[in-house]
């Protein structure tokens, strides 16, 4: 069982940048591949980056490639997501997921959710 809690949300202007953070609980955290995933109102979720268990592994959505990055620290239960360049098109509820299994771009591959943190970002 995992249990995660998402911060660090907030409202930026178009070209700042925000750390969103997932705290974890539960002792199989190390060994989970973890996602971000973003709903924008009116929209589905969508695969944002993802990680694998031990960091040698990431997957980035095309349009975040080179102004996002995953990142996780083991030892303290977190996962991180850096977010630069901020576009309005950004502007969603952004959830972090963690998979038993290998990592994946895939939100049905995922085992937990946390509640969500809400990222805006004005034009």
């Known amino acids: 069982q995992v249990q995660l809690v998402e911060s660090g949300g907030g409202l930026v202007q178009a070209g700042g940048s925000l750390r969103l953070s997932c705290a974890a609980s539960?002792?199989?955290?190390?060994?989970?591949?973890m996602g971000w995933f973003r709903q924008a109102p009116g929209k589905e979720r969508e695969f944002v980056a993802a990680?694998?268990?031990?960091?040698?592994?990431?997957h980035y959505q095309d349009s975040v490639k080179g102004r996002f990055t995953i990142s996780r620290d083991n030892a303290k239960n977190m996962v991180y997501l850096q977010m630069s360049s901020l576009k309005p098109e950004d502007t969603a509820v952004y959830y972090c997921?963690?998979?038993?299994?290998?990592?994946?771009?895939?939100?049905?591959?995922?085992?937990?959710w946390g509640q969500g943190t809400q990222v805006t970002v004005s034009s």
């Open positions: 990680i694998a268990w031990n960091s040698g592994v990431t």
């Open positions: 997921a963690a998979n038993n299994g290998r990592i994946s771009v895939l939100a049905a591959a995922y085992d937990y």
């Open positions: 539960g002792r199989t955290f190390s060994s989970a591949a």
